[in-house]
């Protein structure tokens, strides 16, 4: 038996976007959840060091992964927000948007940069050799790891609002967004 199509329901993002999506979402946690850990490891330690290699490979991975992501979404149409969302939610949604894929350049360019100014050569992979973009440089060193910390936060707080408004949609106002990333929470119709 065919239900009623939802009044709020929505087409779905392509299949490429939902992987890049995810792919972020889960290269951004476990950056982070390691940049967290590695911090916290008194000394310098040989697992120290290997995190930070592994925390440096992902951030690079993101902001690899942003360049086909960005050009994805300039090359195609976002489906459109559920018809009952207020003029204010969908300017908040695409601001939010807007500074979480900012952020998502800035977090890792700074963390490449903050490596570069502390002397540190970046090695993606182990092989292959990033070219310094500046010099090792103390005060820049100290203030590119204060601007690195900070955007790291200021993504983590954008992000759980995301997610907030994400199960907000789906749970209190019903209206199948989370579906649209989702898909196999799309109601039966």
Same mark, same amino acid.
């Given at each position: 038996m065919k239900h009623a199509p939802l009044p709020h329901a929505t087409p779905d993002y392509a299949g490429t976007a939902i992987f890049l999506h995810w792919l972020a979402a889960l290269l951004v946690g476990g950056c982070f959840a390691l940049g967290w850990l590695m911090t916290d490891i008194p000394g310098l330690t040989p697992t120290k060091l290997k995190y930070f290699s592994w925390h440096k490979w992902i951030g690079l991975t993101v902001l690899l992964t942003m360049?086909?992501?960005?050009?994805?979404?300039l090359?195609?149409?976002?489906?459109?927000?559920?018809?009952?969302?207020?003029?204010?939610?969908?300017?908040?949604?695409?601001?939010?948007? =807007?500074?979480? *894929?900012? #952020? $998502?350049?800035? !977090?890792? %360019?700074?963390? +490449?940069?903050?490596?570069?100014?502390?002397?540190?050569p970046v090695v993606l992979f182990g092989v292959l050799d990033i070219p310094a973009l500046i010099a090792p440089d103390p005060g820049w060193k100290a203030v590119l790891k204060s601007?690195?910390? =900070?955007?790291? *936060?200021? #993504? $983590?707080?954008? !992000?759980? %609002?995301?997610? +907030?408004?994400?199960?907000?949609?789906?749970?209190?106002?019903?209206?199948n967004l989370l579906s649209r990333m989702l898909p196999f929470l799309k109601h039966k119709q």
């Amino acid at each position: 038996m065919k239900h009623a199509p939802l009044p709020h329901a929505t087409p779905d993002y392509a299949g490429t976007a939902i992987f890049l999506h995810w792919l972020a979402a889960l290269l951004v946690g476990g950056c982070f959840a390691l940049g967290w850990l590695m911090t916290d490891i008194p000394g310098l330690t040989p697992t120290k060091l290997k995190y930070f290699s592994w925390h440096k490979w992902i951030g690079l991975t993101v902001l690899l992964t942003m360049l086909p992501r960005l050009l994805w979404r300039l090359l195609r149409t976002v489906p459109a927000m559920p018809a009952g969302m207020g003029r204010w939610q969908r300017r908040a949604a695409h601001l939010a948007h =807007l500074a979480l *894929y900012c #952020l $998502l350049l800035a !977090v890792p %360019l700074s963390g +490449l940069l903050y490596s570069q100014a502390a002397g540190v050569p970046v090695v993606l992979f182990g092989v292959l050799d990033i070219p310094a973009l500046i010099a090792p440089d103390p005060g820049w060193k100290a203030v590119l790891k204060s601007a690195h910390w =900070l955007l790291n *936060y200021t #993504l $983590l707080a954008l !992000v759980c %609002l995301h997610v +907030l408004a994400a199960l907000k949609h789906q749970f209190l106002d019903r209206d199948n967004l989370l579906s649209r990333m989702l898909p196999f929470l799309k109601h039966k119709q």
